[in-house]
């Protein structure tokens, strides 16, 4: 009688938004789910490999089956990384920070093994996104992740004009991110193309002992020196 392999599970991995102690912000379903997890698909394997060593130092890394998931990799790869779920081995993906999936490339493995009938098993963890939010004051049963904003001076302008726009008649909070070497270039434009009654929020190094989150509006803003130069940051505005 022929038998079936029950199949592998996907696990939706999170990890810390910075260097500090990962089970200071991760439950320890992360660290159970780490120690029985080596198949892991990642976007970069040094720090994936120093994440797995911080939760569970005693763990083999030889031990280890690292697949990179990034712009270098080719789609046709990809579906490959799941083959151990296939043959009822667990899999995990790791973000380089936060939840996997999410402003991350983990989604399209994700996909994949909705595909495949694999289940895909999210784990509790940091979302930068959604603490933004919640520590905004903003409207959080209407909002839009909007990624990152044109690099192009005009280009970018006229999102902003837009997103402020849609905020404004759908009473929807609109959130964004920008290159962290760019924060503060970010915060001059969005001062200066704004209505001065609208409202940002910017939320810096978030669960990190240097974590600065403050909604003003942005005449207030006009008027408050902050440096967000390389420090990861989360932009929202509501009109």
Not at 13 to 30: A, C, K, R
Not at 74 to 83: C, G
Not at 89 to 94: E, Y
Request: with cysteine; proline share 6%; hydrophobic share 35%.
């Amino acid at each position: 009688m022929e038998t079936t392999t029950t199949k592998g599970k996907l696990y939706l991995i999170p990890t810390t938004l910075g260097n500090n102690e990962p089970l200071e912000v991760l439950p320890i379903s992360i660290k159970q789910t780490i120690e029985s997890v080596n198949h892991y698909i990642v976007e970069n394997e040094k720090t994936a490999r120093h994440f797995i060593k911080k939760i569970n130092p005693r763990k083999s890394q030889q031990s280890l089956e690292i697949n990179l998931l990034n712009k270098f990799t080719e789609a046709h790869e990809i579906p490959s990384f799941l083959d151990p779920c296939l043959n009822g081995i667990n899999v995990g993906i790791l973000s380089e920070a936060g939840c996997p999936g999410i402003a991350d490339p983990g989604a399209d493995v994700v996909k994949i093994a909705h595909e495949k009938n694999i289940q895909v098993v999210p784990l509790v963890g940091p979302s930068s996104i959604l603490l933004a939010l919640m520590a905004s004051g903003f409207n959080g049963q209407n909002f839009a992740f909007n990624g990152y904003l044109p690099i192009d001076s005009s280009d970018k302008k006229k999102i902003i004009k837009t997103l402020e726009k849609k905020s404004r008649e759908l009473k929807q909070s609109q959130i964004f991110i920008e290159t962290p070497y760019r924060n503060d270039k970010m915060l001059q434009e969005l001062t200066k193309t704004l209505a001065d009654n609208s409202y940002i929020c910017v939320a810096c190094d978030i669960t990190l002992p240097t974590e600065f989150i403050a909604t003003k509006k942005v005449s207030d803003w006009k008027k408050t020196k902050v440096d967000l130069h390389k420090r990861p940051t989360i932009f929202i505005i509501q009109a």
